[in-house]
């Protein structure tokens, strides 16, 4: 028999409820498959900034390196700086695990209502890969003569051919794994003449080691109108950094809410663990309420027992999600409903436990 070994890293905010959620239905489930999963929990974040100053332990991703997958909640402190908690956590594993793909898969989920009134359930099957290590946040930048009129900034995007490559291959590759084999390409190369130029090239030239694939360019501005107007013409999307960061939480709206999406960050040659988490952030507004979605998470680890080569158990725990939230008397109050995180997550269970 199997045994995995998860790290859980639940962060701040909601991040604890959801992942607590998250690792006992993960525990339901590996009861009905030919694996174990066991969990090592570390809390690292915001309260351990402010008693140690760093977000995580210096030998942090040491202590995780050899997990089989790191199943994260949220990062984010209303008292810590925003770039101390997402460079101080966050990016400090994804990146030096390597995790340059991350993938975000948007549907909208039986039983939920998308805010586009034109849209139904099929129309909506999208994919975004958002090229995860380099880009727009890639850390390259400084600022100068701070304080005096002369002030000045900058945050250079950089991109490398090698980068680009390797997520151009991912997101060509999972296209072709798709029914409808087809990718769109965000860009902004109208405007920005000399990274999203390379860019472009580079998608041309793996365009031609995948000529099954259907695939076109477009506009980040003019995706976002795409992406409400004709939905349908979409399937999988691949987008820098930035760009991909703000198109996935518009999918993820569209889709019906920010609770429910889900996130895989990849190491795809399985050098390192890959990290497993929600898109929505830490909400304190919500934190400690027993109202957090716990789908996002749930969902988030589908991917992951995907990427662990389960997918039998990956597709009963889809089966479990989609027949909870096609019952509106279980939906938490982001999605209009009065649910709470402890009875969505015993549906899902119950749910579980029935699939056959
Ligand atoms: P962060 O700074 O960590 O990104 P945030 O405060 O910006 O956190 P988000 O989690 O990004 O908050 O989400 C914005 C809002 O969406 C929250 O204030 C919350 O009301 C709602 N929300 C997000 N996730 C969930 C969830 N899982 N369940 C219910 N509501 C949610
Ligand atoms: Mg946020």
Redesign the pocket.
Known sequence: MKAYRIASIPG???GAE?VDAGVEVLQALAGREQFTISFDRFDWGGEYYKKHGRMMPEDGREQIRKHDAILFG?????DIP?HI?LWGLRLAICQPFDQYANVRPTRILPGITSPLRHVSGPELDWVIVRENSEGEYSGVGGRVHQGLPIEAATDVSMMTRAGVTRIMRFAFKLAQSRPRKLLTVVTKSNAQRYAMVMWDEVAAEVATEFPDVTWDKAIVDAMTMRMTLKPETIDTVVATNLHADILSDLAAALAG????APTANLNPEREFPSMFE?I???????MGKG???????FWSAVLMLDHLGEQPAAARLMRAIERVTADPSLH???LGGKATTRQVTDAVITAILADN
């Open positions: 701040d905010g909601i959801v949220s990062a984010g402190h209303p925003d908690t809410s920010l609770g429910i929600p929505h952030g830490s909400a304190f507004d919500i109202i957090a979605n716990p789908i996002g998470t938490t109050p982001d």
